[in-house]
């Protein structure tokens, strides 16, 4: 597993009209080329009656699945630019659809490569991108008198708090970013005075959103 990657939020869109044609990107998180495929397909249903409907998705840790079509635009003008686009924001597991409804105004190719990666941009920058961080559930489990003081030392760090556990004891589990597993681990067990049993229950990917460039919003 990867320690952090950037993909989209969950799903999103934005239109953009250039020389009267409309051209509405559709942008959605996946897991597998199976899922990109039936986004795509979904939204060649709904736009049945679009000119085009040009598509690229890359999926994968290592980015070993990449497609791009162009749905009948000159070859090389949609489906390449908008995997471009994906590719230079750095994004895994995203599939792009832009709808292409035309104006009567042909742009020749150097306009529809630009019309194209213009379109995904201002699709993903509607949708959101996010930065997802592995983390470890680690799980110290003490005496109910240090709660109190555990709690709040927890809550005032950079630490992420997940969950209290009432039980005979008390169990708290937290988030902690990979590479930082050691040090949480020795600042756990000072707080409680060497009291806590210390346990990993698991991994999980966190999200945080990641804010626009200036580049990025042109």
Known sequence: ??????????????????????????????????DAQAFIEAIKKEHWSANHNCSAYMIGENDLI???????????????????????????????????YFGGIKLGAGGLIRAYSSATSAGINATGVVE??????????????????VENEIRSSAYLLKEILYEEQVTVEVFVEDGDLEDY???????????AKIESRGVKYLERDVPLTGKERE
Request: glycine share 8%; hydrophobic share 35%.
């Open 185 to 195: 681990t020795s600042w756990i067990t000072d707080l409680t005075s060497g009291q």
């Open 132 to 149: 997802r961080k592995l983390a470890t559930i680690v799980a110290a489990t003490f005496d109910y008198t240090m709660l109190g003081k």
């Open 1 to 34: 597993m990867l320690s952090s990657y950037f993909t989209v939020k969950e799903s999103g869109g934005d239109e953009i009209v250039i020389q009267k044609s409309r051209f509405l990107a559709h942008v959605k998180r996946v897991e597998s080329e199976e």
């Open 66 to 100: 990449q497609k791009a079509n162009d749905d009948g635009e000159p070859s090389g003008t949609a489906g390449v630019p908008i995997l471009e686009v994906i590719k230079k924001r750095q994004l895994k597991d995203t599939v792009v659809v832009i709808t292409r």
